[in-house]
């Protein structure tokens, strides 16, 4: 099962993305989903995750400008970023836990630039 996902590109500082994230087959149960994001020579960061139940968990730097959610019928997860920054330009990785197996999307490049 593969993760595909999509919504980045280039936009503006100040602008908004919406990320995207399916799985290419069935995956049950799924547990936590979740985004991270890698810059060239740093470490993979977690950027939001949700429970199987809604409940979600923000990374500091993106508090208030960030919204995940998730659609259990379709097993979706997305992530809504607005008022974005030159910092936030990195590679997000979409992530799905299934209860003992990780799921990984190949990333969708996100590029903040004026």
């Known amino acids: 099962v593969q993760l595909q996902a999509s919504g980045g590109g280039s936009v503006q500082p100040g602008g908004s993305l919406r990320l995207s994230c399916v799985p290419s087959?069935?995956?049950?149960?799924?547990?936590?989903m979740g985004w991270y994001r890698q810059v060239p020579g740093k470490q993979r960061e977690l950027v939001a995750s949700i429970t199987s139940g809604g409940t979600t968990t923000y990374a500091n730097f993106v508090k208030g400008r960030a919204t995940i959610s998730r659609d259990n019928a379709k097993n979706t997860v997305y992530l809504q970023m607005s008022s974005l920054q030159l910092d936030d330009t990195a590679v997000y990785y979409c992530?799905?836990?299934?209860?003992?197996?990780?799921?990984w999307g190949e990333g969708t490049l996100v590029t903040v630039s004026s």
């Open positions: 087959g069935s995956i049950f149960p799924i547990g936590r």
């Open positions: 992530w799905i836990g299934a209860f003992g197996v990780e799921y």
